[in-house]
């Protein structure tokens, strides 16, 4: 195809184009508008204000950049689309996105309340339940709060010390939920074919926090000569490190006052084998000379037992305790002829149930 033929060809195209944009521009704008808002719009206004179209000059010679060298007068006057209304782009209807805004008000469409808030109703239920209820089947539900108990010999030995040969025990048991229990503690030594002393204490248990609990109740001492009677509070659970922590206080008559603090750690050289480090502090507010007890702090006790767990509930164990007296408490012990640091094997069994 030689050149004159392609551009008559493309402008032939361009100006079916601009007659079918021309035809169509008035119809749309007719739909929205009436004819007397069509002529007040700007840009759409109808009349040449250009004056008439400027026709090619015949003798104007044709040069290689313009496309209508080689085409008749005819034909190029044919092309002309100078009457062309004027397409003012400014007045085509606003398409920006601010008259997109409210599309945010469709019903159901809102998309601030699917980045947060409040959930749609038809939303599923938060525990993924979907409204659906637990069933009828016995024990397939999660009962997490049910009263449970457990009774824990810790301690039930013989031991052999330089101031005498005998036995003592130390026990626990509790009843009750996760919130509250029954605590019950008690604990003693024999001696000299006799109850040298003991205590039995029992306390209502309230969870305060993750593995702690406040403690509440009373303390009954036991043994030989006179058995006072003791209000008990103190705090008890799992300290960091797996510490096993006890601290009560205890108030008596004629203002006697006294505090126990106790602390034991378990050491695993294996799943049955272990080491368990417990240490034990006593203070008391005022001397006794009945109890041959001094103020302030009496006494401490360490001791170290190895246990072999044949199972969780039963494990032998064999190890040494070691007790020092103080202060006035010590000064007692010298007047009875007892020795005042005090070494003693023992062995014996733990058990819970």
């Known amino acids: ?52 179209p400027t026709s090619a000059t015949p003798d104007a010679p044709a040069t290689s950049s313009d496309p ?7 034909e190029i006057k044919g092309m002309d689309h100078g009457d062309t209304p004027d397409m003012d782009h400014g007045s085509m209807p606003d398409t920006s996105h601010d008259s997109m805004s409210d599309m945010g008000s469709m019903s159901g469409m809102k998309i601030d309340s699917m980045q947060g808030g409040r959930p749609p109703p038809n939303a599923r239920s938060p525990d993924y339940s979907d409204g659906i209820d637990y069933g009828s089947m016995k024990g397939m ?28 025990w130390e026990a626990e048991g509790w009843y009750g939920a996760d919130s509250n229990k029954v605590w019950v503690r008690t604990e003693g030594e024999r001696s000299h074919d006799k109850l040298e002393d003991g205590d039995v204490e029992a306390l209502w248990n309230h969870n305060i926090a993750t593995y702690w609990g406040s403690q509440l109740g009373v303390r009954q001492d036991v043994g030989a000569g006179r058995n006072p009677t ?12 797996w510490f096993q922590l006890e601290t009560t206080g205890y108030v008596g008559t004629s203002g006697r006052t006294a505090a126990r603090l106790r602390a034991e750690y378990e050491l695993l050289f294996s799943q049955r084998l272990i080491l368990q480090p417990e240490a034990e502090v006593n203070l008391y507010g005022k001397d006794d000379p009945v109890w041959r007890i001094g103020s302030g702090l009496s ?33 007692y012990a010298r007047q009875d002829g007892q020795p005042v640091l005090d070494r003693q094997i023992l062995a014996g069994v733990r058990i819970w149930l």
Request: aromatic share 8%; hydrophobic share 40%.
């Open 230 to 241: 003791w209000a008990a509070f103190g705090l008890q659970g799992l300290a960091p490190y």
């Open 299 to 331: 006494d401490v006790a360490f001791g170290l037992r190895l246990r072999y767990e044949i199972h969780r509930q039963f494990a032998p164990y064999i190890g040494v305790n070691w007790v020092r007296r103080i202060g006035t408490t010590a000064e």
């Open 68 to 74: 209508t060298s080689g085409m008749s007068p005819e």
């Open 1 to 52: 195809m030689s050149t004159p033929r392609r551009f008559r060809s493309i402008f032939a195209r361009r100006s079916m184009l601009l007659i079918a944009m021309q035809l169509a521009l008035p119809m749309l704008a007719s739909a929205q508008n009436s004819p007397a808002d069509i002529q007040s719009m700007p840009g759409m206004d109808s009349t040449n204000k250009s004056g008439p």
């Open 141 to 168: 539900d999660m009962h997490d709060d049910a009263p449970l108990g457990m009774l824990l010999i810790d301690q039930l030995e013989a031991f052999h010390g330089s101031d005498a040969n005998g036995q003592s």
